[in-house]
């Protein structure tokens, strides 16, 4: 009874979006037997004697699906992987009333189904699907013809690793094309489809909408060194360049005779080795001219065509899609290395978004939460609002997953995977996680929802005797890639900040006996925390041996460590090295919170210098790496191991952005955010984005005795300005600045909204 009520509580809190009132079936091919790697085509014919204004069409598949109206493209790849939480499945809307025509008009969908799980999707275990629009009275129903697709087939080996829920991709053409999504198509071997169900019935159950937008489809592209494509098939890969790393999917034209099989692949899809292969694709040749798009993205910076000889090359282009959202952002510095890094980081992070946030989009494409953090931080000072969108998704996700136990764990969504990381799971709830998406967006609502979840994941953990953690390795006990990790400090320190996360919610929720109670524990545990683990020199467990971990000694800066103690806590980071990507943002931003910017920005060039300055690559890699690493050795010692698109190492854009130039909000949604450099070196940095309140932008310029700084302030937001004490002389657009008070070593200054010039001598 109690596991009984427990699912209808989740049921009745976590099905969000869903709609209760469906009207269509969810059909599928009456020839389907729901094996991997099936493809479906569905048609229906209507006719219009009035087009309304607006037609909304919600359409529903596992596991992805392309949409034609009267032959005309209109969905490049639809439907998000399932699920919103362990039932439930997506559903997209789309509005086609400007591509329908009075008279017939014909609706095509190609059905992708995965049929199988990964560390991104839970397969419901049955293909199908639903369409349906009130509009125009269009519903799925056997009223609409289907067939399988039988061009498509299963590749060779090797096939994608068994993280990867999406198949390889192989189409012979001589078993089909694609005139059937064509008006007047001439149609053998379709019958009206099977219905399967209600639309919202199970397995596919309640149809939640789709929280982030329809990909971005930048179109039809040349590569960049199509004049040396040769125009002749040589039996040898011919490698074309893409302009930087992202998700494209190959298009080929090509006159052949029949049955020659073409393959086509990325750099990424093997190059660490075929035990963690990613996807690839194969088209087997008909007689005569012919062109193909192979329809799963891919990604890379170059596309390898294998083309037999014999074959007529016309031409190999690709078509570029990403994440719905766009580049705002930037940042500029006379020294060009930081620019460059945070131009490196702003591609690694683009290229890791999807229907996910991802750790790396080749080798797994999962939601880990610990990279999740890092990305949605850096989104906010190099993309647009929409791409917050996805981190809303995810943080959903997360406690929509939530066990009976009350632990969380990533990645999801997911269908072969299960374990609990400790460490990231308290990261992601904290005050780096839900709490800084809620700071740069003012979202109320998303935390009003998740505030329960998070609140019984707290209690998951416990306490000693002592005042520290009870010791939880949950399913799998990682702190970090590397050496030498103090793992059970590091849990002690991200507790912390959970701590600092909920209570922060609980206050904005109006929950104030929470929030003085969460903060009591805050105060209390700060104690105990000092008295356990500090030895006089730095932080560490007993049972801990060797150089102090710099990992934890840099998240005792959240709050946990006194600012007597920063120049000890400085000595252990100039002198250790030890975190990976993932965990040296944390790092740096220690030094940025103490004060330290030259180091800072220093430790940043020395760490990064491989990846930026070395690497041939447009991204970063996923760890630093060592010369006996078998992977560095594999790639000419140009980089880092691991893979080579990991936005968990993109932390140094955030750090640019929010410390070396200053800017950070100050209270939600950007009404009100913090101007306070720290050029380090530096002679001049800049950077600014659009926030939901608007165009944010500073430039710094050092200047003698003092410093420049033009500020752009959205209209309704407030700036709070630090100037160094030492300054006496400051300026707001040629008039003296009046103080509105101190903080340590800084006057404080309130500046409206406009564009400001400051002087500050």
């Known amino acids: 009874m109690k596991r009984l009520l427990f699912i209808a509580l989740l049921t009745s809190i976590f099905s969000f979006g869903q709609s209760s009132s469906w009207k269509a079936n969810r059909i599928t091919s009456k020839d389907v037997q729901n094996e991997s790697n099936t493809w479906i085509n569905f048609r229906k014919e209507i006719n219009l004697k009035i087009i309304p204004e ?38 997209d809307e789309v509005d086609i009333g400007s591509f329908l025509e009075q008279g017939n008009n014909t609706i095509a969908v190609l059905v992708w189904y995965f049929g199988k799980d990964g560390f991104s999707h839970k397969s419901s275990g049955q293909a199908g699907l639903v369409f349906e629009s009130d509009a125009i009275g269009l519903y799925t129903n056997t009223s609409w013809l289907s067939k399988l697709n039988i061009a498509f087939d299963d590749t060779s080996r090797p096939k994608p690793n068994f993280r990867l829920p999406e198949p390889n991709i192989k189409f012979d053409a001589q078993n089909g094309d694609f005139d059937w ?55 040898e890969w011919i490698v074309c360049k893409l302009p930087y790393n992202s998700h494209v999917t190959p298009i080929l034209d090509i006159d052949a005779p029949a049955g020659l099989t073409i393959k086509m692949q990325t750099d990424n899809t093997d190059y660490m080795g075929w035990d963690l292969a990613s996807v690839r694709a194969e088209y087997v040749t008909k007689e005569g001219q012919q062109k193909y798009e192979s329809l799963g993205w891919m990604n890379g910076h170059v596309m390898k065509y294998f083309i037999p000889k014999g074959l007529k090359i016309n031409s190999l282009k690709y078509r570029e899609t990403g994440f719905n959202t766009s580049f705002t952002g930037w940042f500029n510095a006379n020294d060009k290395f930081y620019e460059r890094l945070w131009k490196k980081s702003v591609r690694t992070l683009y290229v890791t978004m999807r229907d996910t946030y991802m750790d790396c989009p080749d080798r797994e494409r999962a939601q880990w939460w610990g990279d999740l953090v890092n990305e949605s931080g850096e989104a906010f000072y190099a993309l647009s609002p929409s791409a917050a969108s996805l981190t809303k998704k995810g943080i959903l996700e997360l406690i929509h997953w939530q066990r009976e136990d009350g632990t969380i764990y990533s990645p999801i969504p997911q269908g072969n995977w299960n374990k609990e990381l400790p460490g990231q799971m308290l990261a992601s709830v904290g005050y780096y996680g839900f709490w800084n998406y809620y700071l740069n967006t003012g979202d109320k609502a998303t935390i009003e929802k998740i505030y329960e979840g998070v609140k019984r994941y707290l209690d998951v953990w416990k306490l000693k005797p002592d005042g520290t953690l009870v010791e939880r390795q949950g399913d799998w006990y990682w702190g970090d890639w590397g050496k030498k990790i103090d793992k059970q400090l590091g849990f002690n320190a991200w507790y912390y900040l959970a701590l600092k996360g909920h209570a922060n919610m609980s206050q904005l929720l109006g929950e104030m006996d929470q929030a003085n109670a969460t903060r009591e524990a805050m105060r209390l545990f700060k104690n105990n925390f000092n008295a356990t683990f500090w030895d006089g020199k730095g932080y560490r467990t007993k049972d801990y041996e060797g150089e102090y971990d710099d990992r934890a000694q840099a998240l005792a800066k959240s709050g946990l460590a006194d600012k007597e103690d920063y120049n000890s806590l400085f000595k252990i980071l100039k002198s250790t090295e030890l975190s990976s990507p993932y965990m040296e943002k944390y790092v740096l931003e220690a030094l940025f919170i103490m004060e330290e910017p030259e180091y800072g920005l220093e430790r940043m060039k020395k760490r990064f210098y491989n990846m930026v300055d070395v690497s041939p690559w447009t991204t970063l890699s996923e760890n630093f790496g060592e010369k006996t690493d078998l992977a560095r050795i594999r790639l000419g010692d140009q980089t880092g191991m691991g893979t080579n698109n990991h936005a968990w190492s993109g932390g140094g854009l955030t750090l640019l952005s929010q410390y070396v130039c200053g800017l950070y909000p100050a209270s939600a949604g950007w009404k009100s955010f913090y101007v306070k450099p720290q050029l380090g070196n530096l002679e001049f940095a800049e950077t600014g984005n659009e926030t939901v309140a608007g165009k944010v932008a500073v430039k710094i310029t050092k200047v003698k005795n003092g410093m420049d700084i033009y500020l752009s302030v959205p209209e309704n937001s407030v700036a709070i300005v630090y100037i160094p004490i030492k300054n006496k002389q400051v300026t707001i657009n040629g008039n003296k600045g009046i103080s509105v008070g101190l903080a340590d070593n800084y006057k404080l200054f309130h500046v409206k909204g406009g564009v400001h010039e400051i002087s500050a001598r």
Do not use: H
Request: hydrophobic content about 35%.
């Open 54 to 91: 607006k037609v909304i069409a919600k359409i529903a598949c596992d596991s992805k699906y392309w949409l034609w109206i009267n032959g005309e493209m209109i969905v490049f790849e639809g439907q998000l992987k399932r699920g919103p939480n362990p039932n439930d499945t997506y559903y």
């Open 181 to 235: 999504v064509k008006p007047n198509a001439k149609l053998k071997g379709y019958r009206p489809s099977l219905i399967i169900g209600y639309a919202t019935s199970a397995p596919w159950n309640n149809l939640v909408l789709r929280p982030v937008p329809l990909w971005k489809n930048y179109g039809v592209r040349a590569y960049e060194n199509s004049e040396e494509i040769p125009s002749e098939g040589n039996g």
